[in-house]
């Protein structure tokens, strides 16, 4: 049986938003010409209302048993943990001419460019083709997004089996790609 060094196995879209402040969803959800979403009912209770996906139930029963089986400070600690991974992939990233930063990452999402090899190479769309290649090779799958620069790479730092020697060796795998 494997013995997890986290027991943190609940999904990314297993969360919710707790607030002192009963009225604050419903102020922020408040949406003009969406009778079809939201019935301005008084004394019913629209579901609707109360979450940030309008529709869809808020998720938190997975968080939930997470909380009560690893409790308050076990969180802390996995969250930590995933701070000091992202701190030393970014030292990484910062320590290789081709890899290029996009911002520095308020949490744990890190957007990064592969510079290409060669100069006639299109630095335009180089981080995706780095990126399918990665697939095609099953390396990595990783996911990435586009700005008015180009491609550039995601990283979603959320795994709990996550070590940063991962995250560099993939980045490794990025560089090795001409």
Known sequence: MLQLKYNLLTEVEGSFFLTRRAQLLKDANVVDNCD????????????????????????????????????????????????????????????????????????????VKIVPPYKNYSNFNWSKIVRNKLIDKNYAMINYSQDEDGFFLRLILVNPFLESYHIKKMLDWCLEIE
Not at 46 to 62: A, V
Not at 75 to 82: A, M, Q, R, S, T
Not at 85 to 105: A, C, G
Request: aromatic residues 14%; proline residues 3%; neutral net charge.
């Open 36 to 111: 079809y979403l939201f019935h301005q009912n008084p004394t019913a209770v629209d579901k609707g209302q109360l979450t940030w996906q309008c529709g869809r139930k808020g998720d938190f029963l997975s968080f939930w048993s997470l909380w009560k089986s690893v409790g308050t400070n076990g969180l802390g600690d996995f969250v930590n943990k995933l701070y000091k991974i992202r701190d030393e992939v970014l030292m990484y990233i910062n320590e290789k001419e081709r890899l290029e930063l996009l911002h520095t990452p308020e949490y744990l999402n890190i957007c």
